[in-house]
């Protein structure tokens, strides 16, 4: 069986803010919509959605160890930054750095429309993880899914090998200050193996359509009988 092994420069993060699976436990929305569910059961119930779910079963998450506070000034260029705990004069802060730095509008924004509500400077968190990805395998880092937090996306990428697991997030509040929690999802993983795909683009013919229709009614009328 493939193992990914996270590995962490700091043992406190590694007891209280591990690497872990998704769960829709991580999710305050999610709650939400249960509890809202359960007093109308006669609604179409989104939190039995086989791709919400899937998801939200499937890969892990980085969350934060500490709060970040993000302060922004509407120039949509720049921004400043603090943490509580000064992670470059920690332990191995020689290695990882400090918690949160950037990459300038010169290396993706000068190229790359972000859009109107993305800051053109990305904001690096540089966590204290590294990961070992196994040989035939990628590792996919992209944005949280379905997230409670709007105020960043993280960006996506395939990693291989050896790397660290630093974050770069598409920061959408351009003017004020805002704190993101510790404990709250940064970044989205998905273990994905190196193989060769093909594909086709066909119509469905009579038989598959009667066959689809069939099973739509039988959908309705078993939501009707419910």
């Not at 998704?22 to 359960?38: A, G, L, P, V």
């Not at 509040?173 to 193996?193: A, E, H, M, V």
Request: proline share 4%; with cysteine.
């Amino acid at each position: 069986m493939a193992k990914v092994i996270f590995k962490c420069f700091l043992k406190e993060v590694k007891d209280k803010f591990p690497i872990q699976k998704i769960s829709s436990k991580d999710f305050k929305w999610f709650d939400r919509m249960n509890k809202f569910y359960q007093d109308n059961p006669r609604k179409v119930q989104t939190n039995k959605c086989p791709g919400i779910l899937s998801t939200l079963q499937t890969g892990w998450i980085q969350k934060t160890y500490q709060p970040i506070t993000i302060t922004t000034n509407g120039d949509k260029k720049t921004f400043s930054w603090h943490t509580p705990y000064n992670q470059k004069k920690g332990e191995n802060g020689f290695l990882i750095d400090n918690y949160v730095s950037s990459h300038e509008y010169d290396q993706l924004a000068k190229f790359k429309n972000l859009g109107d509500s993305v800051l053109d400077t990305v904001i690096k968190i540089q966590s204290p993880w590294r990961v070992i990805i196994p040989k035939d395998y990628y590792l996919l880092s992209t944005a949280i899914p379905y997230n409670d937090d709007v105020n960043f996306t993280a960006a996506t990428g395939l990693l291989m090998g050896e790397n660290f697991l630093n974050v770069q997030l598409f920061w959408h509040k351009l003017k004020g200050d805002y704190t993101i929690p510790s404990g709250t999802p940064l970044c989205y993983y998905l273990l994905i193996k190196k193989e060769k795909f093909d594909s086709e683009i066909s119509m469905l013919n009579n038989e598959e359509i009667d066959i689809i229709k069939q099973d739509q009614i039988n959908f309705f009328n078993k939501k009707l009988k419910s």
